[in-house]
Antibody, heavy 121, light 108 residues
Framework: QVQLQESGPGLVKPSETLSLTCTVS????????WSWIRQPPGKGLEYIGY???????NYNPSLKSRVTISVDTSKNQFSLKLSSVTAADTAVYYC???????????????WGQGTLVTVSS | EIVMTQSPATLSVSPGERATLSCRAS??????LVWYQQKPGQAPRLLIY???TRATGIPARFSGSGSGTEFTLTISSLQSEDFAVYYC??????????FGGGTKVEIK
């Protein structure tokens, strides 16, 4: 059974770069689209972007100028970097796998447990 | 960007009753619609994809319907473990994938 686990600092200073890693275990890393999604406290879900196992990426236009998603297939990991953060970037950050079919999105399953990142000085 | 609108924001239902949740897309997403359940402190859980296909392990009391711009999630007989927030998401277009604002199903 595939499991995902986010890791990284829980506190980031304004204007700095948020960095998180998602480690995938218990299943195949190849052939899937791996995504980041975030949820501000008490609010809804926002798609950040995906990376295909081969390295191609897709980012939400609203965040594109600040987001980089990368992959390390040797470690079954993918990572998120979000630059120039502000308090508005405070959220629970989830990593997830999309059950894509023929490169089309289907739905996210499974999800990591999520990690709260607070932006504060 | 496709905007997803869910209604109502909160639904008060008694255990054993039927719950009907709505999701509307700002433009057609065909049958590319996903439903998730989220409980406090937990990650969302995939319930339905392709508008009407239950994910693995999801009980038959959950059903999805609709196409184009109007979708419905029905919980036929609410169990105690079903009280949660439900989100819809369009899976028609990666650029970007978008979620509804959620419907909270609470105990009446």
């Amino acid at each position: 059974q595939v499991q995902l686990q986010e890791s990284g600092p829980g506190l980031v200073k304004p204007s700095e770069t948020l960095s998180l890693t998602c480690t995938v275990s218990g299943g195949s890393f190849s052939g899937y689209f791996w995504s980041w999604i975030r949820q501000p406290p008490g609010k809804g879900l926002e798609y950040i972007g995906y990376i295909y196992y081969s390295g191609s990426t897709n980012y939400n236009p609203s965040l594109k100028s600040r987001v980089t998603i990368s992959v390390d297939t040797s470690k079954n990991q993918f990572s998120l970097k979000l630059s120039s953060v502000t308090a508005a970037d405070t959220a629970v950050y989830y990593c997830a796998r999309d059950l894509s079919i023929a490169a089309r999105p289907v739905g996210f399953d499974p999800w990591g447990q999520g990690t709260l990142v607070t932006v504060s000085s | 960007e496709i905007v997803m609108t869910q209604s109502p924001a909160t639904l008060s239902v008694s255990p054993g009753e039927r719950a009907t949740l709505s999701c509307r897309a700002s433009q057609s997403v065909s049958s590319n619609l996903v439903w998730y359940q989220q409980k406090p402190g937990q990650a969302p859980r995939l319930l339905i994809y392709g508008a009407s296909t239950r994910a693995t392990g999801i009980p038959a009391r959950f059903s999805g319907s609709g196409s184009g711009t109007e979708f419905t999630l029905t919980i036929s007989s609410l169990q105690s473990e079903d009280f949660a927030v439900y989100y819809c998401q369009q899976s028609n277009n990666w650029l970007p994938l978008t979620f509804g604002g959620g419907t909270k199903v609470e105990i009446k």
